[in-house]
């Protein structure tokens, strides 16, 4: 059996964000803030890649399509969805998606 991770790569840089270089008028090389906000200027979010943990595992795709799914629409059921969506497969990715979003939907609709 194949082992997935269900989350992409975490990066731990201090400073993600980056200010626009037409922003900058007192220095000139980059500058970085951990805020996403400076002076009321939208940073952009560049993490640096040497700041990336390793990880042994590849990313499942299907899971990483979902992430992108909930982040542009929060209000759909995203995991109904998917579930719906996915072959009956009980190996490879498909199998792992399917553990997982079955895991997560008895969790959100357990009583208390």
């Given at each position: 059996?194949?082992?997935?991770?269900?989350?992409?790569?975490?990066?731990?840089?201090?400073?993600?964000?980056?200010?626009?270089?037409?922003?900058?008028?007192?220095?000139?090389?980059?500058?970085?803030?951990?805020?996403?906000?400076?002076?009321?200027?939208?940073?952009?979010?560049d993490p640096r890649?040497?700041?990336?943990?390793?990880?042994?595992?590849?990313?499942?795709?299907?899971?990483?399509s979902l992430r992108?799914?909930?982040?542009?629409?929060?209000?759909?059921?995203?995991?109904?969805?998917?579930?719906?969506?996915?072959?009956?497969?009980?190996?490879?990715?498909?199998?792992?998606?399917?553990?997982v979003l079955t895991?997560?939907?008895?969790?959100?609709?357990?009583?208390?």
């Open positions: 059996m194949t082992i997935y991770s269900s989350r992409p790569p975490f990066n731990d840089d201090p400073f993600p964000y980056l200010w626009p270089q037409e922003k900058l008028i007192w220095t000139s090389g980059p500058l970085r803030s951990m805020f996403s906000e400076g002076d009321g200027i939208n940073l952009i979010h890649p040497e700041f990336d943990r390793p990880q042994h595992n590849r990313t499942n795709s299907i899971l990483e992108a799914g909930i982040a542009a629409d929060p209000s759909n059921n995203w995991f109904r969805t998917f579930l719906v969506t996915l072959p009956n497969w009980d190996h490879g990715e498909v199998g792992h998606a399917r553990r895991r997560l939907v008895s969790l959100e609709f357990t009583d208390d």
